[in-house]
């Protein structure tokens, strides 16, 4: 059974940065395709950020596209979500989950999700 652990959420100032891991376990990370959501005070989950397992596709939501930067170290079974000028909108619990189909995109189902991590941006 894969299993997803986030962190590195915490308290951050507008227009600072963060960076997110997402460690996978109880299986590869190969083969898996992986995405970042959140889900603000009083919002419904958001798709940020996905990312392929053979060919490394990237997909962005809107709000997110050029702060935010998705990557995945297969080796280290490791998946960070880089996001960079934070506004309080930003503010959210943040999760990673993985799609067994490895295409990373929000069109397809997500089979795992973890425990999600808090991010706070103060203004």
Known sequence: QVQLEESGGGLVQAGGSLRLSC??????????????????????????????????WTYYADSVKGRFTISRDDAENMVYLQMNRLSPDDTAVYYCAAD????????????????????????
Request: aromatic residues 10%; glycine residues 18%.
């Open 23 to 56: 460690a996978v376990s109880g299986g590869s990370l190969r083969t898996l395709g992986m995405r970042w959501y959140r889900q603000g005070p009083g919002r419904e989950r958001e798709f940020l950020a996905g990312i392929s397992w053979r060919s490394g």
């Open 100 to 123: 067994s189909s490895g295409s990373g995109s929000r069109r397809s189902s997500a089979d795992y999700w973890g425990q999600g991590t808090q991010v706070i941006v103060s203004s």
